[in-house]
């Protein structure tokens, strides 16, 4: 029996929009973005944040982040992949709350 070594080093992703869910009213608020390329693995090791985009929304309740994505690409021992998004669209649930003059 051998060893299979495999190195995932980066995962890129550029994010083109994002949305968030306001979930009394169900529907989506967009958020813009500057198209920017992030390396996820980059930010989770540097435990780094990245701000993608600021907009005023409504006070209330969300539980969904959408983003966008385009050209996801690995890099896998040493060599770049590209890989395959079906949607080309994260979806990140997570419950928070926007209050009246708050970040």
């Known amino acids: 029996m051998g ?3 495999i190195r995932l080093t980066s995962i890129k992703i550029k994010v083109s929009g994002a949305a968030v869910h306001k979930k009394d009213e ?3 608020i967009n958020i813009p973005v500057d198209a920017e390329e992030l390396d996820l693995l980059q930010l ?3 435990n ?3 701000l993608l985009g600021e907009a ?3 006070v209330g309740e969300y539980n969904q982040l959408r983003l966008s994505v385009n050209d996801p690409t690995l890099l896998v021992n040493s060599e ?3 890989a395959k998004l079906p949607s ?3 979806k990140i649930n997570a419950d928070f709350e926007v209050q ?3 970040t």
């Open 100 to 102: 009246e003059d708050k």
């Open 56 to 58: 005023k929304v409504p």
């Open 48 to 50: 780094v944040v990245a």
């Open 44 to 46: 989770k090791n540097q």
């Open 26 to 28: 169900g529907r989506w």
């Open 88 to 90: 080309n669209i994260i």
């Open 80 to 82: 770049i992949k590209t």
């Open 3 to 5: 060893t299979c070594l």
